[in-house]
């Protein structure tokens, strides 16, 4: 519970009693308290306690709508053809926006996605090989990987060709980014008798793991709860 600055006080000069919005920050995210009244200055010592309650569970700060938004970035990786517009439209609906990376025509999608309080703003990247970049694809994908500051890396690989897809793997996780690995096309791997132990997997690589077969929508679920656990973790 460190680095915590109140944001937003009084909106438009509205009396302070009047607020709707409030925000506040914890380290780099951004929450919003909705429906904050009787509060004589959001400003005071005393109030910025309250605030310091109510964000340490403390009931004593009554009136605040209990609907603290987390806002995440999460970006998925991987080789093409492996599946990641899929997972892209599994998690994130049908909605979404289409746009070329500036200064290229390089298309990147975006959408939208909420889990439990959870909302996170989810990237679709062009198809990728290596960290070090060959096509205008991968160039976007690898400066879109160092300047978005995902929370969240899912690198997504065929279950048919492991050996030939980890080594991105290691580069991302070599890099520092936040990664999870999505071992999507299980089904595919089951039908050639190709076993992979997700479990080891992610005791060898120290990352989460996850056996998918997204166009079966078969692991989404369980895809969405680690996302979700790492991300709390990660904010705690
Ligand atoms: N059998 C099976 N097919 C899948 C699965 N996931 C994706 N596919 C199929 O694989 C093909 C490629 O999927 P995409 O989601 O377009 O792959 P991508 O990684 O976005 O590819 P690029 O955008 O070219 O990098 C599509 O025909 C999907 O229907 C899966 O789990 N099982
Ligand atoms: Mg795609």
Do not use: W
């Not at 938004?69 to 997972?87: A, D, E, R, Y």
């Not at 609906?93 to 500036?102: E, F, I, L, R």
């Not at 390089?106 to 679709?124: H, L, P, Q, T, Y």
């Amino acid at each position: 519970m460190r680095n915590i600055f109140i944001y937003a006080g009084t909106e438009n000069g509205k009396k302070d009693k009047d607020i709707m919005n409030f925000f506040y920050q914890v380290n780099d995210n951004y929450y919003q308290l909705k429906g904050v009244y009787k509060m004589s200055c959001c400003h005071s010592g005393k109030n910025k306690k309250n605030i310091f309650g109510f964000i340490k569970g403390n009931k004593n700060t009554r009136n605040i709508d209990n609907s603290l938004k987390l806002h995440k970035k999460l970006v998925l990786v991987g080789n093409p053809n492996v599946g990641k517009s899929v997972i892209f439209n599994c998690l994130t609906g049908t909605y979404a926006t289409v746009s070329n990376y500036p200064g290229t025509t390089v298309e990147i999608f975006k959408g939208a996605c909420r889990i439990n309080n959870v909302s996170f703003e989810v990237i679709d990247t062009p198809g990728m090989y290596s960290m070090i970049p060959i096509t205008e694809e991968e160039r976007v994908t690898r400066t879109l990987l160092l300047h978005e500051k995902a929370d969240l890396v899912v690198h997504v690989v065929d279950a048919k060709n492991l050996q030939r897809m980890l080594p991105l793997t290691l580069q991302l996780i070599e890099t520092g980014l936040p990664v999870m690995l999505v071992v999507n096309m299980m089904d595919e791997a089951e039908k050639l008798g190709i076993k992979i132990d997700i479990d080891k997997l992610s005791e060898i690589l120290k990352i989460p793991v996850v056996g998918t077969a997204a166009a079966l929508n078969r692991g989404i679920d369980i895809l969405k709860r680690r996302v979700y656990e790492y991300v709390r973790k990660s904010a705690a």
